[in-house]
C-alpha cells in the first residue's frame, strides 16, 4: 500500500505526524521512536513569543525587580522554568533531531502579534527545519479590539515570518473568526504554506474551594474530530493551500474520514498520550486494513473524495443538515431520547 503523501512541499511517507507537544517530541528518544513507529514527519514542540520577548530584551529580570512592591506585575510573563526548551535549547533540539532522523522535523512558533520575535524563524531555518508551523494563539479578552484588528496583526505576523524564512511555513489557526473560510482565503493569499485546522485553546476551570483558576489538560475525543472535518471539506479545492487536520484522531476510521475530507496529513497527539508512542503503528495497520478492504491502492486516491466539490449530496456540510440532525431524533417512553438510526462508531474491517 502506498502511504506516501506531500505536506509543505515535502514527500512524506506517511500522512500520520505527531503533533506539536511537549510530552511527545521534546525528547530524542521520543523522536527516534515516532520515526519507526511509522511517522511521515513530527512537529516539534512550540517555541512560545513570550519566550522569546523574554529572551531578546531580558525581561525577566527586570520584571523580578522590585517583586515585593507589585507582584501583579509578574503574571504577566510565564517564569522561564515553565518552558519544556528555551530558545537555544530549542534551536539544539532542532539540530540534534536533524542529524538523527531522516523524516522532516517541523519546528513550532506559537505567537499572535507582529515584532521582533518573529526574526527567530530564520535562526530556526538555519539549524536545520524542514518548515515552520506558525500556532497562531491568542484569547481575545479585550472589548476594545476588534476582530478585523485581530485578523490584520495574525496576516501582518504571518507575512513577517515568510519574509524571513525561505522554508515552508504553516499557518494553525482556530475556528473563532467570523467568517473562516474568507480568514482561510486570507491566510492563503498571505503566503501561507499550509492550514492546520484547528488550534484548540485550553480551557481553566475553578476549584471552588481553594478559590483557584487551574489549567486542566485535555486529551480529544472522536467526538472533536468533527469540526476540522467539516470545515476540511468545506475548504478542500477552493484554496491553494494545503490543509491538514488536528484533533480528534482515535482510530485508523478517523484518519480515512480526514483525508476523504481533504487532508493532506492528519496530525496526532492525544491517542498517542494514552496509549503509548508506538500506537502509532496501530493507526497506519488500521489505515492499510480499510485501502486493501475497499480496494484503493494509495492514500492518494482517496483524497478528497467526500470534499464538498466531490461528494453526493454538498448541502450535507452546510444548514441544511441541521435539519436532517434534529429529525434523526425520537422520543421513546422507555429510554428517553435515542437516535434513530443508531450511531455506528467505527467501519473498519475485523
Known sequence: MDLHTTYLGLTLRSPLVPSA???????????????DAGAGAIVLPSLFEEQLVQDSFELH??????????????????????????PEHYLDHIRTAKAALSIPIIASLNGYSPGGWVEYARSIQEAGADAIELNLYFVPSDPNISGLDIEQSFLTTLRAVKAEVGIPVAVKISPYFSSLANMAQRFDEAGADALVLFNRFMQPDIDPIELEVRPVPYLSSANDLRLPLRWIALLYGRLETDLAATGGVQHGADVVKLLMAG??????????????LEHLRVLERELVAWLEAQEYNSVEELRGVMSQVHCPDPSAYERAQYLKTLQSFRVDAGHGLILDPPIHSGFLPS
Not at 507537544?21 to 523522536?31: K, Q
Not at 512592591?69 to 510565564?78: D, G, I, Q, R
Open 61 to 86: 529580570h527586570h520584571l523580578s525587580h522590585g517583586r515585593d512592591s507589585y507582584p501583579e506585575a509578574l503574571t504577566y510573563f510565564p517564569e522561564p522554568e515553565a518552558f519544556r526548551l528555551g
Open 263 to 276: 487532508a493532506k496529513i492528519t496530525q496526532v497527539c492525544s491517542v498517542l498520550l494514552r496509549h503509548g
Open 21 to 35: 507537544a511537549a510530552p511527545l517530541t521534546s525528547s530524542l528518544d521520543h523522536l527516534r521512536r515516532l520515526e
